[in-house]
């Protein structure tokens, strides 16, 4: 079982709707939550950091649930510019230091 | 703020030869950056991690003689593909450090002929 696991998708939405991720991650000594979104043959880039209260940005809200363990993004209003794969990642201490984990990603394609 | 960037952006070399990567953080200082790799349809994997003023840790499986990694600066991190085969074509990505937060540099592709 992978330590960070994310449902690979597709995900295909049609515009206007809302679609939501989950990720999960096994290690409850991790500390960090973040979402990343990667365009293909791109980098990936920070959508946002999970806080443990939720955050929201606009049209993206995430939530972290330590007792179950996952995390979770929300996209409200799907827009063809937000298809792209999104990465979960956790951050958890280890040998004194911290490693960032990253799950496989989730394809999303916004269809018109 | 939070930028990265990366050099080349694409690089052709020939077997047997050596390239040399350069990652930047153009606003901030990282003492702690990293090295991927990904290929196609594949998930980022992490090479190494890279601490400004200390040797670089890698990860099980990668050759640290052939991946040679410098942290020299707080915004300055180098990845040399020392005798460059097929094999180690790829799309190579840094990321720096800020806080808890990795930003990334645009990636650079290698293509050995």
């Known amino acids: 079982r992978k330590e960070v696991e994310q449902d690979p998708g597709p995900f295909n939405v049609p515009e206007g709707a809302t679609v939501a991720f989950n990720c999960t991650y096994s290690?409850?000594?991790?500390?960090?939550f973040f979402w990343y979104r990667q365009d293909c043959r791109k980098e990936p880039k920070l959508l946002m950091s999970v806080y443990s209260s939720g955050n929201e940005d606009g049209r993206f809200t995430a939530q972290l649930n330590r007792a179950s363990q996952y995390i979770s993004l929300l996209i409200r209003d799907s827009k063809l510019s937000d298809s792209a794969t999104y990465l979960c990642v956790v951050n958890r201490p280890t040998s004194g230091t911290y490693k960032y984990i990253f799950g496989t990603g989730t394809r999303l394609k916004v269809l018109a | 703020g939070a930028v990265v960037s990366q050099h080349p952006s694409w690089v052709i070399c020939k077997s047997g030869t050596s390239v040399k990567i350069e990652c930047r953080s153009l606003d901030f200082q990282a003492t702690t950056m990293f090295w991927y790799r990904q290929f196609p349809k594949q998930s980022l994997m992490l090479m190494a991690t890279?601490?400004?003023?200390?040797?670089?840790?890698?990860e099980q499986g990668v050759e640290k003689d052939k991946f040679l990694i410098n942290h020299a600066s707080l915004t300055l991190s180098t990845l040399t593909v020392t005798s460059a085969h097929p094999e180690d074509s790829s799309f190579y990505i840094c990321?720096?450090?800020?806080?808890?937060?990795?930003?990334f540099g645009p990636g650079t592709r290698l293509t050995v002929t």
């Open positions: 890279s601490n400004e003023g200390s040797k670089a840790t890698y």
């Open positions: 290690n409850s000594a991790s500390q960090s």
């Open positions: 990321s720096a450090l800020a806080g808890y937060e990795q930003y």
